[in-house]
């Protein structure tokens, strides 16, 4: 190769390390801060595309525009009610003012020990103010729908949601506005914090099992004297219906039965006593079925020659009364 | 052809420089073309960015784009539908994100009457907007797995834990999707939630068997009132019947008792109109048969003339009666 022709390719070089120390892509997802010997020169670049600066000489540092979060450890602590419970929850931020944020925290890793230092203590002050309760429940109004089950277990402690002032979403809300301030001086701009997860702490834990085991069992106990009491009661009824259909049909049989002996004492009546003779006649007809039924073998008779059936037997073949 | 193939015949050309960088110009230009030309699969929609700077989507297809990382293509499955799953892991799973690695911490609980339940869940969700999904939010799929589980637990927090783990699996569903929607419109994730099932819900380990207590309670009621409604219905149909017997046989008694006492009256009225005809010797007839009738069966007959009244006292009666 001929030296000229080196040259060239030098120069080339040359201005290729040149322009790669001048120019540069700032993408969507970030802003850029070019510093100079340290200081930040310029306003931050937030605008995607191409962009140049001095090369050596200025410095550039990139900081992330999209929103991002913030995952608390989950930490332990009291309620107002005394529980320990374990919360864990998360925050969302993002880079408001990157100068401000540039200046007093660097990068990311300081900014996110600020957000767990002041989220942080802001929500171990929230909860310790408030009932657990406060922190479970979001809708203050809301009633718990019942189940046939539940419906008559009304005044025990399983079947209602208990009351609420704040709730929830209050609360996380007031974590937030709390910490807003002190983060704005970072140039972070707080968006939400929300709780993540709530759990009892695992000593407190065996003690709610204990309360659940025994709420159960005061529902199963319910149950079970529910079906006595139920199975009680219809066999009271059982009794009850037994009776009535008993006494009710003695009733009408005997009306049926009195009915038709009066019927039958009355056709009888009107028989025997439609005149003297047939009275009379009655009688004797009458005497003599007894006399068939009542006399049997066993019988001793004593007769009489006189009247009667043995008259004659004394020879008296005249007519009584006749001449 | 060849027959000597002595050094001194290789006729070696010298090396011309300028071969070398045409062939390393033809090798860019190639290589260039082929970066121009970028294929987007079918389920997903590619986000162009120039010089960083967001250009526009891609449809599905053969691409041109600027060569040398001056255009570049972010592939983003808008098609595919995405699956979170909380509480519990399916294994195998092609996305990594899937699942977390503490699924005991997550499906843990706090229901709205302080009791706790353990909930397993699942997420369905679409990208739904590339652009947002890559610039708005940084790690999107962390984001929705934080606000999904958060949302999950405002929605159990408000209900009791009879309605978390039986009537109100529906409702919490439904509440979850809603809030969830809520939430990633607000932070502008770019997803769309398409489903948030329930999976299995059940009490802690340590109160299980309590759980287990109040349904078998349950059961036992409904079997000591069918016990009783047993003995009702063995008892009172029958009652029923037996008394429709007793007025049936009532009934039947008063109409024989009704007939017998007309028919008895019929047959005095004929014998009466007879006897009316010639009462002396009807009367006569009718002793005369009665005693002919009688008599025979009886074994003991004491005839007495009324002037031997005096015999009486000394009649062996006794005797008479305990030899026969």
Redesign the interface.
Same mark, same amino acid.
């Given at each position: 190769m001929k030296p000229v022709s080196l040259l060239k390719w030098a120069f080339l070089l040359g201005l290729f390390i040149l322009f790669s120390g001048t120019a540069f892509v700032v993408p969507e997802t970030d802003y850029v801060i070019l510093t100079q010997f340290g200081k930040p020169v310029g306003h931050p670049i937030a605008t995607a595309g191409l962009h140049f600066k001095l090369p050596w000489i200025q410095e550039m540092h990139r900081l992330e525009k999209r929103v991002l979060e913030w995952d608390g450890p989950s930490a332990e602590m009291p309620t107002k009610d005394k529980l320990y419970i374990v919360l864990d929850s998360f925050g969302r931020w993002r880079i408001k003012d990157p100068l401000a944020y540039f200046l007093r925290l660097r990068d990311e890793r300081s900014a996110r020990s600020r957000l767990d230092d002041i989220l942080g203590s802001e929500t171990r002050n929230t909860v310790a103010r408030h009932a657990l309760v406060e922190l479970i429940r979001t809708t203050k109004l809301r009633k718990a729908i019942l189940d046939e089950a539940s419906v008559n277990a009304s005044g025990t402690a399983a079947a209602g949601l208990p009351p609420i002032q704040i709730g929830r979403v209050g609360l996380e809300e007031e974590i937030a506005e709390q910490s807003r301030a002190k983060l704005a001086e970072f140039g972070i701009e707080l968006l939400d914090v929300r709780f993540k997860r709530i759990n009892y702490n695992p000593a407190v834990s065996s003690k709610i099992f204990d309360r659940m085991v025994s709420e159960r069992r005061q529902i199963a106990e319910r149950f079970r004297s529910e079906g006595a009491g139920e199975a009680a009661r219809i066999l009271g009824s059982k009794d009850r219906d037994l009776s009535q259909i008993e006494s009710e049909a003695y009733r009408k049989v005997q009306a049926i039965q009195g009915k038709a002996d009066a019927e039958a004492t009355a056709i009888y009546a009107a028989a025997y006593n439609q005149s003297p003779e047939a009275r009379e006649f009655y009688g004797f007809t009458r005497t003599l079925e007894t006399y068939r039924s009542a006399l049997n073998r066993d019988t001793t008779v004593v007769l009489t020659t006189e009247g009667g059936f043995l008259r004659y037997l004394k020879g008296d073949s005249q007519p009584p009364h006749s001449p | 052809m060849a027959k000597n193939f002595n050094s001194a015949e290789w006729n070696l050309p010298p090396i011309d420089?300028g071969w070398v960088w045409r062939g390393a110009a033809v090798l860019l230009a190639v290589s260039a073309l082929f970066s121009c030309v970028t294929s987007i699969p079918a389920d997903s929609d590619g986000v162009l960015?120039r010089?960083?700077?967001?250009q526009g989507i891609l449809k599905p297809g053969l691409q041109f784009r600027l060569p040398f990382g001056i255009d570049r293509v972010v592939v983003v499955p808008v098609q595919r539908q995405l699956k979170l799953e909380f509480g519990f892991g399916t294994a195998g799973a092609s996305n990594r994100e899937q699942a977390s690695r503490e699924p005991d911490?997550?499906q843990?609980?706090?229901?709205?009457?302080?009791?706790?339940a353990l909930v397993e869940w699942v997420v369905q969700y679409r990208i739904e907007d590339p652009a947002k999904y890559?610039?708005?939010? =940084?790690?999107p799929g $962390?984001?929705l797995r &934080?606000?999904s589980?958060?949302i999950m637990?405002?929605v159990v927090?408000?209900?009791?834990?009879?309605?978390v783990l039986?009537?109100?699996r529906q409702?919490i569903e439904n509440d979850a999707l809603l809030g969830l929607k809520k939430l990633c419109d607000r932070?502008?994730l770019g997803l769309s939630i398409m489903q948030v099932q329930l999976r299995d819900v059940h009490?802690?380990r340590?109160?299980q068997a309590?759980?287990n207590?109040?349904n078998?309670?349950?059961q036992?009621?409904?079997?000591?009132?069918n016990?009783?409604?047993g003995?009702?219905n063995k008892?009172?149909p029958r009652?029923?019947g037996?008394?429709?017997q007793?007025?049936r046989?009532?009934?039947g008694?008063?109409?024989r =008792?009704?007939n017998? $006492?007309?028919g008895? &009256?019929?047959r005095?009225?004929a014998?009466?109109a007879e006897?009316?005809k010639a009462?002396e010797v009807t009367?006569q007839r009718?002793?005369?048969e009665?005693?002919a009738?009688?008599?025979p069966?009886?074994?003991?007959?004491?005839?007495?003339?009324?002037k031997a009244g005096q015999i009486?006292p000394l009649l062996p009666?006794d005797q008479k009666?305990k030899t026969k």
């Amino acid at each position: 190769m001929k030296p000229v022709s080196l040259l060239k390719w030098a120069f080339l070089l040359g201005l290729f390390i040149l322009f790669s120390g001048t120019a540069f892509v700032v993408p969507e997802t970030d802003y850029v801060i070019l510093t100079q010997f340290g200081k930040p020169v310029g306003h931050p670049i937030a605008t995607a595309g191409l962009h140049f600066k001095l090369p050596w000489i200025q410095e550039m540092h990139r900081l992330e525009k999209r929103v991002l979060e913030w995952d608390g450890p989950s930490a332990e602590m009291p309620t107002k009610d005394k529980l320990y419970i374990v919360l864990d929850s998360f925050g969302r931020w993002r880079i408001k003012d990157p100068l401000a944020y540039f200046l007093r925290l660097r990068d990311e890793r300081s900014a996110r020990s600020r957000l767990d230092d002041i989220l942080g203590s802001e929500t171990r002050n929230t909860v310790a103010r408030h009932a657990l309760v406060e922190l479970i429940r979001t809708t203050k109004l809301r009633k718990a729908i019942l189940d046939e089950a539940s419906v008559n277990a009304s005044g025990t402690a399983a079947a209602g949601l208990p009351p609420i002032q704040i709730g929830r979403v209050g609360l996380e809300e007031e974590i937030a506005e709390q910490s807003r301030a002190k983060l704005a001086e970072f140039g972070i701009e707080l968006l939400d914090v929300r709780f993540k997860r709530i759990n009892y702490n695992p000593a407190v834990s065996s003690k709610i099992f204990d309360r659940m085991v025994s709420e159960r069992r005061q529902i199963a106990e319910r149950f079970r004297s529910e079906g006595a009491g139920e199975a009680a009661r219809i066999l009271g009824s059982k009794d009850r219906d037994l009776s009535q259909i008993e006494s009710e049909a003695y009733r009408k049989v005997q009306a049926i039965q009195g009915k038709a002996d009066a019927e039958a004492t009355a056709i009888y009546a009107a028989a025997y006593n439609q005149s003297p003779e047939a009275r009379e006649f009655y009688g004797f007809t009458r005497t003599l079925e007894t006399y068939r039924s009542a006399l049997n073998r066993d019988t001793t008779v004593v007769l009489t020659t006189e009247g009667g059936f043995l008259r004659y037997l004394k020879g008296d073949s005249q007519p009584p009364h006749s001449p | 052809m060849a027959k000597n193939f002595n050094s001194a015949e290789w006729n070696l050309p010298p090396i011309d420089l300028g071969w070398v960088w045409r062939g390393a110009a033809v090798l860019l230009a190639v290589s260039a073309l082929f970066s121009c030309v970028t294929s987007i699969p079918a389920d997903s929609d590619g986000v162009l960015t120039r010089l960083g700077h967001f250009q526009g989507i891609l449809k599905p297809g053969l691409q041109f784009r600027l060569p040398f990382g001056i255009d570049r293509v972010v592939v983003v499955p808008v098609q595919r539908q995405l699956k979170l799953e909380f509480g519990f892991g399916t294994a195998g799973a092609s996305n990594r994100e899937q699942a977390s690695r503490e699924p005991d911490l997550e499906q843990s609980m706090v229901t709205g009457d302080l009791n706790m339940a353990l909930v397993e869940w699942v997420v369905q969700y679409r990208i739904e907007d590339p652009a947002k999904y890559l610039f708005q939010v =940084r790690d999107p799929g $962390a984001t929705l797995r &934080a606000a999904s589980e958060s949302i999950m637990r405002e929605v159990v927090g408000d209900r009791t834990v009879d309605e978390v783990l039986t009537i109100g699996r529906q409702d919490i569903e439904n509440d979850a999707l809603l809030g969830l929607k809520k939430l990633c419109d607000r932070y502008g994730l770019g997803l769309s939630i398409m489903q948030v099932q329930l999976r299995d819900v059940h009490p802690p380990r340590q109160v299980q068997a309590s759980f287990n207590e109040v349904n078998q309670a349950q059961q036992e009621k409904e079997q000591s009132i069918n016990i009783a409604n047993g003995e009702y219905n063995k008892a009172v149909p029958r009652a029923r019947g037996q008394a429709d017997q007793k007025l049936r046989e009532a009934e039947g008694y008063a109409l024989r =008792r009704v007939n017998e $006492a007309r028919g008895d &009256a019929e047959r005095y009225g004929a014998l009466l109109a007879e006897y009316l005809k010639a009462p002396e010797v009807t009367r006569q007839r009718l002793y005369l048969e009665t005693m002919a009738d009688v008599l025979p069966k009886l074994e003991r007959k004491i005839i007495l003339d009324e002037k031997a009244g005096q015999i009486l006292p000394l009649l062996p009666l006794d005797q008479k009666t305990k030899t026969k």
